[in-house]
Every structure is written in structure tokens, then in C-alpha cells.
């Protein structure tokens, strides 16, 4: 049996079977993957489906931070996570495992500053169960500076507004435990949010929160807009025959969320959840997924209204893949590129991964 000192050697020595870096083009994709047999890998490939790496990873992979110049990339575990893995992406190589501080456990997402020279981590507090944002020094070994409260419990996704100076983070609201990291123990109590923070001080800008009779909706992942908006892909923790809004905006200034209005029979068939959420590079459309309804939704973000909805079984990854167009992935190995203005859908295939597992989240690096 291999042992812990062995497991981190072997996966801090691994580099994938890669093709020659001249025939890689950017941008590359990022996505954690899973096999049959359990194992876990973090892998990158071009949109020619070129595989740049495919690095073993010591538990299931949920996102990845990306680099502003390119120059690394991290994979955070999912939640409750253990550790986060800086990867060279030019290398193909894996440079150094990030334990996750004592007391504390990573939540699967995380951003880098406008310079790349720090990190930030949405994990949760053990003692207490509080939300914060780990700074980590990218310049010195990716060594922990300090912690900062976001203000709610269970932060997930984290993004940097094209300001280069303020954080965004969407608090779930949810009390878990590594124990039983798949049970919610404060349902009825739930206070999910939206918190805006000073990426150099950590000072909490502003907050804003569902309605109180939509408390139990947890606000969960971020995609940002190019007017400054910030859209909002939630999961309804309430009555699982409820039907209510899963998907939100907040626009530079207002007030609170603006649900967007999708049609009942469209809400019907996201059950309850929306698992990522992504702007295509011409800053036309937004794309949400549900794994658990089998579809992705488009909506047009100058018009304000739906585009249409795409079938997907357990597709949830998603990325812009050059203008209007989207690359979605789904937990049984397909990948599509897919443009929901002219609806042109081509499937890709990565070389040497005709079984990939895809996990929840695409990144792209540019």
C-alpha cells in the first residue's frame, strides 16, 4: 500500500504523456476529471482536443484558479478539501501541494490578485463554521498569509471585478461538516449572500442577500458581465417541488438580486439546481448549467431575455470558447462546443480520454 510521503512524492514528480508543446495552442482548457476506478486527475487540452497535461490528483478535483499572465494554475479539491495543486501548465507538471491550514478546509474555488502575486481561497473555519478567504503568497512558495471573514457561512466561488481592486464571493449559506460533508445542518436558518470585498484590505464593501422567503436558495456560483454585472447560479435547498428563481443578476449599484425571468416549464427543468455559469467572450450571452435537470440554459444578456435551452445530460462544466460560443462538459465524457445564437454544435474529443469523467468546472487560460 502506498504510503502519504510516497503518494505526494509520485504526484509532485508525475507529468502526463503530452504532445509537443509547439503543437499546443492557447487557450488551454482546464477541467478536473474522474475514471472508472476512482482515480482523479486534473487535465488541460487545447480546442483541437490536444492534451497539454493530465496530472494525478490525491481526491476528486472541483475548480481551478487561473494564473492573469498564464503562468501556473491551481486545482482546488472539492469541498470539504484537503489541499489545492499548483500545476505548470507549460510544463506539464505538477510544482507543489497547498495543505489547507489547520482547522480550516477549502471549498473548491479560488482567484488570483490583478498581479498574480497573491491567491485567495474560499474555505470554511472548523471551530466555528465561518466563511473566510485564505491569502496565499504565489511569490514565496504559496505560503498563507492570513484570513479574511466574508460575512456568511459556506463561501464558494470567488471572482475579481475587471477593476483589478475588489473581490466578489457568494457566501452559500450552508453549515457542513468534513464528518459528513454532504449533510446541511442549518437548512431552516440558511443566509446565503453576496459579499463585495477590497482585494488589498479584505474591508467588506457591501452585501446583499435573497428575499427573506428565498433564504434557503444558496448562491453558489459567479459569472461577471462586461457592464459589471455580476450573475448569480443558485441552488434551492427548500421543498424539492418548489418552484422558484435560480438565477440572478446584480447589477452595478442596484440595490439587491434581480431574478431573471425564466418560464416556468424552463425553471421545471433545472430541479432546484444550477451547477456553473459562465459570460461567452463577447460578453453576449450567459450560459447556466444543471446537472441534476440534464440541460444548460442561454440567456441574452443586451435583450434580457432567454435564448434556449440545450440538453445535456449531467452537463455542468462550461467556458467560453470564442465569441458567442460555449465549450459544456458532462460527467459521461462529452464535450460540445456550442453556439447558442446561430445553434452550430460540434462535438470534441480529447486525445487519449475517450472515458474522461468531467467534472463540474471548465477554466480557460488564455
Known amino acids: ?38 482515480a482523479h486527475f486534473a487535465t488541460g487540452f487545447d480546442a483541437a482536443g490536444r492534451l497539454a497535461f493530465d496530472l494525478p490528483l490525491p481526491a476528486r ?42 482547522g480550516h478546509w477549502f471549498n473548491g474555488h479560488g482567484a488570483y490578485a490583478a498581479d498574480g502575486n497573491l491567491l485567495y481561497a474560499t474555505e470554511t473555519r472548523a471551530a466555528d463554521g465561518q466563511g473566510v478567504i485564505g491569502v496565499y503568497d504565489s511569490t514565496r512558495e504559496h505560503r498563507r498569509l492570513g484570513e479574511v471573514e466574508t460575512g456568511g457561512l459556506d463561501p464558494h466561488e470567488i471572482r475579481l471585478l475587471a477593476d483589478g481592486r475588489t473581490l466578489v464571493v457568494a457566501n452559500g449559506g450552508l453549515l457542513t461538516h468534513p464528518d459528513a460533508p454532504r449533510l446541511k445542518f442549518n437548512i431552516d436558518g440558511m443566509r446565503p449572500s453576496l459579499v463585495w ?48 428563481p435560480l438565477v440572478a443578476r446584480h447589477r452595478p449599484d442596484a440595490p439587491g438580486l434581480e431574478m431573471l425571468d425564466l418560464p416556468e416549464e424552463v425553471l421545471a427543468g433545472l430541479d432546484g439546481y444550477c451547477g456553473s455559469a459562465a459570460v461567452a467572450a463577447d460578453g453576449t450571452t450567459l450560459a447556466v448549467s444543471s446537472p441534476r435537470g440534464g440541460r444548460v440554459v442561454f440567456w441574452d444578456l443586451a435583450a434580457d431575455r432567454l435564448l434556449g435551452v440545450l440538453g445535456l445530460d449531467d452537463g455542468c462544466g462550461i467556458a467560453p470558447a470564442g465569441g458567442g460560443a460555449f465549450l459544456l462538459s458532462n460527467g459521461f465524457g462529452r464535450l460540445v462546443r456550442f453556439d447558442p445564437m446561430t445553434g452550430r454544435r460540434d462535438r470534441l474529443a480529447v486525445d487519449g480520454l475517450p472515458g474522461a469523467r468531467w467534472d463540474n468546472h471548465i477554466a480557460v487560460l488564455a
Open 1 to 38: 500500500m502506498q504510503t502519504r510521503r510516497a503518494l505526494l512524492t509520485g504526484l509532485l514528480a508525475a507529468t502526463c504523456v503530452r504532445t509537443a508543446t509547439a503543437e499546443l495552442r492557447r487557450p488551454l482548457y482546464l477541467s478536473a476529471r474522474g475514471e472508472a476506478g476512482g
Open 61 to 102: 478535483g472541483h475548480a481551478f484558479a487561473v494564473h492573469p499572465a498564464g503562468l501556473e494554475a491551481v486545482v482546488f479539491a472539492r469541498r470539504p478539501g484537503d489541499y489545492a495543486l499548483v500545476i505548470d501548465p507549460e510544463r506539464g507538471r505538477a510544482v507543489r501541494r497547498i495543505p489547507a491550514a489547520p
Open 197 to 244: 470585498m477590497d482585494a488589498a484590505s479584505g474591508r467588506r464593501l457591501r452585501q446583499v442577500a435573497p428575499v427573506p422567503e428565498l433564504h434557503q436558495l444558496g448562491t453558489r456560483h459567479l459569472a461577471l458581465a462586461g457592464d459589471g454585472s455580476v450573475l448569480v447560479a443558485m441552488q434551492w435547498e427548500g421543498p424539492r417541488d418548489d418552484l422558484v
